[in-house]
């Protein structure tokens, strides 16, 4: 959001200014709330789709009969050049997340090509493109933090039973 926020800037007129940041603001608010109502840790907005990321890990690529995926990149738009299994997007134990490309051709993320076998930290309102297709990563840092609570949580408790044991 901050990157938006810089680019007004450039306007000269204040309240024309004020009015760019609260629009981003209230857009920001309405779609962690979208994200929240639907208890997701993240979500990638596409031109025709809303995928809400509700596992750590998710598999993004071209669905096929004998080859399942969380998320269906050709549903999006043309994917004959999307892989059947193109990325992987996880949740990292700090409440980060990667997007690791395991597809041939590579995927852009905020304009940083990615290639097979690497991975790049997503940020909140990053550009993730895949062939001809672009979607918007953002996620939802209080669902994220109650998960890895709750997962902290019960591996505290499995170390005290260990210990009692």
Excluded: T
């Excluded at 857009?27 to 208890?39: E, F, K």
């Excluded at 598999?59 to 892989?83: T, W």
């Excluded at 949580?153 to 044991?165: W, Y």
């Amino acid at each position: 959001m901050w990157v938006h926020i810089y680019a007004v800037a450039k306007y000269q007129n204040e309240e024309a200014k004020r009015a760019i940041v609260r629009l981003e603001q209230a857009a920001h608010s309405y779609m962690q709330r979208a994200i929240a109502s639907h208890g997701a840790f993240a979500v990638l907005y596409g031109r025709n789709s809303k995928h809400y990321i509700k596992k750590p890990e998710v598999l993004l690529g071209r669905a096929a009969y004998d080859i399942f995926v969380d998320i269906d990149l050709g549903r999006e738009g043309p994917a004959k050049k999307i892989s059947r299994q193109q990325a992987i997007i996880r949740m990292e134990r700090d409440g980060s997340f990667l997007l690791k490309n395991m597809g041939k051709f590579p995927v852009s993320v905020n304009g940083n090509e990615v290639y097979l076998g690497q991975s790049h930290r997503l940020q909140p309102n990053c550009l993730i493109e895949i062939q001809a297709i672009s979607f918007i990563f953002d996620m939802n840092q209080a669902q994220v933090k109650r998960y890895l609570d709750n997962a902290n949580g019960k591996v505290r408790a499995n170390r005290l039973e260990c210990l009692n044991s």
